[in-house]
């Protein structure tokens, strides 16, 4: 029993998360650098996980990538000089949100032009049901006249 409670007890300080890490791993002069590289790492994609930021991956090349990213924050570089340096070396695929470009139209402009089209063909759907359903030709409007005069006598079988 208590071979398995230590055995948890690491495995669960072995589950640290590897923001945590970064962050204690690097020295800032200030709280709000560090906030800065924390956001820088979290808008940019990890290479070889790629559905992970930087800040979020275990990737030995994102180790490399966060301390490229802290060199150049020490060397004074904005934000955007430092996404640049990256997106020129790895291409735009290391952002999680790419230029609006025409190479990206689809990306940025896709799913809210389908969601209208959705919505304009379920309109149009239900309105030609209710218009279909109200719509009785002449022998219709008979035959119903017929079934409810019959009704009304009482000669309903």
Known sequence: ????????LMLLGTAMPVAALTMDSYEFESE???ERFRELLAELRCLVCQNESLADSQAD???????????????????????????ARYGDFVRYRPPVTPGTYLL?????????LGLFFAVRLL??????EQQLNEAQRRRAAELLDEDDRGDGH
């Open 1 to 8: 029993m208590i071979r398995a409670l230590l055995l948890a």
């Open 127 to 132: 309105r030609g049901r209710t218009g279909q």
């Open 108 to 116: 940025w402009f896709g799913p809210p032009v389908i969601l209208l």
């Open 61 to 87: 090349l994102a180790g490399d990538l966060r301390e490229q990213v802290y060199e150049q924050m020490q060397q004074g570089k904005t934000n955007g000089e430092i996404t640049e340096y990256l997106v």
């Open 32 to 34: 709000a650098e560090r």
